[in-house]
Each structure stands twice: as C-alpha cells, then as structure tokens.
C-alpha cells in the first residue's frame, strides 16, 4: 500500500479507538500517523525512509522489504521501547494503532508480509491487490470514510463545548 493509504489506515485505526477510549483522540490520531508510517522505515522510497535515509538503508540491508518491520517481533520490540521511555499511554496506543493497521493494510497486497519474522512464511489476507491499484483506491476511500464517520462525534462535541 502507499503511504497516504497507511496514513488514512493509521488515522482510521486511532479514531475508532476513541470510540471506545477516554484517551485524547487528536494524540491518538497524531501517534496513529507515526505509527502508521514507522513500519516501511526498511524502503528508502517511502516518506519515512526518505526522512532517515541512513537508518532506512541500514534496515533494508539487514533485513528487507515487509519482513522484519512488519512482524509481530517487531512490535513487540516497540511496545517493549513505548513501555520504558514513553510515559504517555496515548502515544504508545496510538503508534502501535498505526503500526498494526500498516500491518494488516500491507497483508492485503500480492506480497503479503513476513509477520513471524525471522520465519520466512508470507502472510497475507484472502482477497490482494496491487499496491497503487484502483482496488487500493477504493480502499484509500473506504477507510476516509469510515474516518468521517468515526470523528463525527469528536467534531460534535467539540462545537458543543465552545
């Protein structure tokens, strides 16, 4: 999937949340889209491997494309990290949201991901497309949409308390 896709995934993932959360939902968001791009760190192509170029090749080099990132050792880790040095529970939910949603979104594509990392099996959902496909504009747009709907109530209360 492209990076606009795992952003609206990551926002989408973080809003629905809230719903269920009293966690601050524009945090939520916010970490949501870090997390959301923090798994394609391993393709120097991606908006966040061309941010950190030199972590982003050190990552490919040792480990690939969809392999390790995009494990669940990898959040592991992460959660691991998020536990220790972030004090703020809303930005560790909302990073590993986002994480978990590139995940899923990346297992819809042909390729699938290594999710048992360092097992070399691809997993991948049932129905795949191509990255950059229609299909994955119907799913760009799906998820914007679900998006909307999630945040609607935000918006309302938000208006209300003004």
Known sequence: ???????????????????????????????????????????GGSKIGRKFPIVSKTVNTLFGHRSFTHSVLFLFL???????????????????????????????????????????????LPLTTKTGSKAEKVVFMLLTMLSIYFSYEIIVNLIDSV
Do not use: W
């Open 78 to 124: 992460v959660v691991m990290l998020l536990h220790t040095f972030i004090p703020y529970e809303s930005i560790s939910i909302g990073i590993l949201l986002g994480m978990a949603s590139h995940i899923f979104l990346d297992m819809g594509t042909k390729k699938g991901v290594k999710l048992f990392f360092p097992v070399s099996i691809s997993v991948r």
């Open 1 to 43: 999937m492209q990076g606009n896709t795992h952003i609206i995934g990551g926002i989408t993932a973080s809003l629905a949340f809230a719903q269920v959360s009293n966690d601050n939902p524009l945090v939520l968001v916010g970490a949501g889209v870090i997390g959301a791009l923090l798994p394609d760190i391993c393709h």
